[in-house]
């Protein structure tokens, strides 16, 4: 039978019960192995979370439709990719996603504006919009994101615009205006494409979850 190869995982883990690594007494193992994988692995840090928020409606439908035709506001194309820490793609992940519409409404009887969408072999999910209205309570334009994938964390957190007024061109400075953003990777550029009659935004969020 031909041997199946060791992960650096199982050789840190075969070597620690052998009694052959030694950690120092303020590092764990499962922490050396979440750095030797980010070193050698092309490792990625993980998405920050942020706040659930009060409108979230499960069995939202599967589909990566959430803008109907004739639906107002600017029409907006978000795209990414799920990974793992360890740099590995992550197929099949499930992205849930909800927001306000253009004038900063949710639709809290149905699921307008709200879907579930599976990433496909590559990793890769995603979706059309709109672009969210502001609405009280709520200072920057957001969207909202629970993410699943088997042998990771689920991650609760939310995606923002670089474009949006309230952080006044420069979200570097201004992103604490927001009150809920504790991190300003999640805000992202947003780029204008399409034809002069059917211009659209166009956003990339990539999501990185944790391991077990």
């Not at 007494?25 to 092309?42: D, K």
């Not at 550029?189 to 399409?194: E, S, W, Y």
Request: proline letters at 10%; aromatic letters at 8%.
């Amino acid at each position: 039978m031909k041997a199946q190869p060791m992960t650096r995982r199982n050789i840190l883990l075969k070597c620690a019960a052998m009694g052959s690594l030694t950690l120092a007494p303020s590092i764990s193992l499962a922490e050396t192995i979440a750095s030797w994988e980010r070193q050698e692995g092309g490792g990625r840090k993980p998405t920050p979370p942020n706040d659930l928020g009060p409108f979230y409606k499960r069995q939202a439908p599967q589909t990566p439709h959430l803008r109907a035709p004739g639906d107002p506001g600017l029409p907006l194309a978000v795209s990414g990719v799920v990974f793992s820490t360890n740099g590995s793609r992550l197929p099949a992940s499930h992205v849930e996603v909800w927001q306000a519409d253009h004038l900063g409404q949710y639709d809290l009887k149905g699921f307008r504006y709200r879907a579930t969408v599976v990433a496909d072999p590559a990793g890769k999910y995603e979706f059309d919009s709109v672009m969210p209205g502001h609405y009280p309570g709520r200072v920057a334009q957001h969207i909202h994101y629970v993410v699943t994938a088997p042998g990771h964390k689920p991650l609760t957190t939310q995606l923002y615009f670089a474009t949006d007024p309230a952080f006044q061109g420069d979200p570097d400075r201004n992103y604490r205006r927001e009150p809920l953003l504790h991190s300003r990777e999640l805000i992202r550029p947003v780029a204008i494409g399409g034809d002069p009659n059917e211009i659209r935004a166009m956003v990339n969020f990539e999501i990185v979850l944790e391991r077990l």
